[in-house]
């Protein structure tokens, strides 16, 4: 059973470029999760979807940043207008659907993002 | 806005245990306290959660206080492969809705 999945692992853009992050979750995985990490810091949450549904974006930026989980394919995070403070490690992790238990979150090895 | 508390940075001899501590003095009564580590700048990796209980699995023991206030991860006979930073973190939300609320992690090395 393959782990979550992100691509590309490395991504460089220029400032006003659009970057686009993608997440395949694990097999059998609806909830999808995306965090940020600025170096030397935690992670922190910016959004979380089901498939086609966004359940909880209050992390994400107001404006440039968008994400979906449509009904087939990968995860999304798109970043519009770049700009050097998006400059960042971006995670994300998925986890099954709820069964009334405690369902950890499975992480991807992360997307590294570099504006230049 | 997190909801955790944790020392920066520690050190362990490779072998002894490693206990590192957590607060969450603001943790409601159905919030879990979840243990994440991270090697590296890899994805980070489930170590192990608990509510009220204490809980043990092959990888390390967690010790929650009565009051629920703090919490403390054991890891038994620490190796130089366990040097992460390691994160306490507290699931909020309701069914169905639930996220993680990452702190800022301790730094913890493993010594020869």
């Known amino acids: 059973n393959a782990g979550v999945m992100q691509n590309p692992r490395h991504l460089v853009r220029r400032r006003g470029q659009e970057a686009r992050l993608r997440c395949s979750p694990m097999k059998g995985h609806s909830h999808v999760y995306w965090y940020r990490q600025l170096p030397e810091e935690g992670l922190k949450f910016m959004v979380y979807l089901q498939k086609e549904n966004i359940i909880d974006e209050s992390g994400m930026p107001k404006e440039r940043f968008s994400a979906e989980f449509p009904k087939e394919g990968p995860s999304i995070l798109r970043i519009q207008q770049v700009v050097r403070g998006d400059s960042a490690a971006y995670f994300c992790?998925?986890?099954?659907?709820?069964?009334?238990?405690?369902?950890?979150?499975?992480f991807g090895p992360g997307t590294r993002l570099t504006v230049l | 806005d997190a909801k955790t508390t944790q020392p920066t940075s520690m050190d362990c001899a490779e072998g002894r245990a490693a206990n590192l501590p957590c607060n969450h003095s603001t943790i409601s009564g159905n919030e879990y306290v979840y243990w994440y580590r991270q090697i590296h700048s890899q994805g980070p990796q489930y170590i192990i959660h608990?509510?009220?209980n204490n809980e043990t699995n092959e990888m390390a023991s967690l010790i929650i206080t009565e009051d629920r206030k703090s919490s403390t991860l054991i890891l038994p006979h620490a190796t130089l492969r366990d040097t992460a930073v390691y994160y306490c973190i507290v699931r909020v939300g309701t069914s169905g809705t639930y996220k993680y609320i990452f702190g800022t992690g301790t730094r913890l090395k493993v010594l020869a």
């Open positions: 608990g509510l009220k």
């Open positions: 992790a998925s986890s099954p659907p709820f069964a009334g238990g405690t369902n950890e979150q499975f």
